[in-house]
């Protein structure tokens, strides 16, 4: 399986649990994984045959700067549905960072996968 990613997408989001942390915009980094088959890509060069990761991003970005979940969880999840349902990928495995959840540590996050068979439904 190839796979297109994207490192370290830094946005602002309205994210937590706590009452300040629904009054203000906190630094989200996002990291994705997607399946692609880039093959027909490789021999057209041409952009209409791979998935564009630019607007992979670009979406992304509006999605979650328009957000307002209370956990990463939640936000890690829909990412990976809007991007299975609206790029038609068949897998992605998403990795959502809040650097300043907790105090004294660089980083916190999760990372989920996820395939088309589990948005069937959605």
């Avoid at 041409?46 to 979650?64: E, S």
């Avoid at 700067?65 to 829909?78: D, I, M, P, W, Y």
């Avoid at 907790?102 to 069937?120: L, M, N, P």
Wanted: hydrophobic share 45%.
């Amino acid at each position: 399986m190839d796979k297109i990613f994207l490192r370290e997408l830094s946005c602002e989001a309205v994210i937590g649990i706590f009452d300040w942390e629904r009054q203000v915009k906190q630094s989200i980094m996002i990291d994705l994984e997607m399946s692609a088959d880039i093959r027909r890509a490789a021999r057209t060069d041409h952009i209409d045959d791979t998935l564009n990761y630019k607007g992979v991003a670009k979406r992304i970005l509006a999605f979650v700067e328009a957000s307002q979940f209370q956990l990463v969880e939640t936000l890690a999840e829909r990412i990976a549905g809007l991007v299975i349902t609206e790029f038609g990928v068949e897998w992605v495995k998403v990795t959502v960072h809040k650097p300043s959840a907790i105090r004294h540590s660089k980083d916190v996050g999760i990372i989920i996968e996820r395939t088309r068979a589990d948005f069937v439904d959605a």
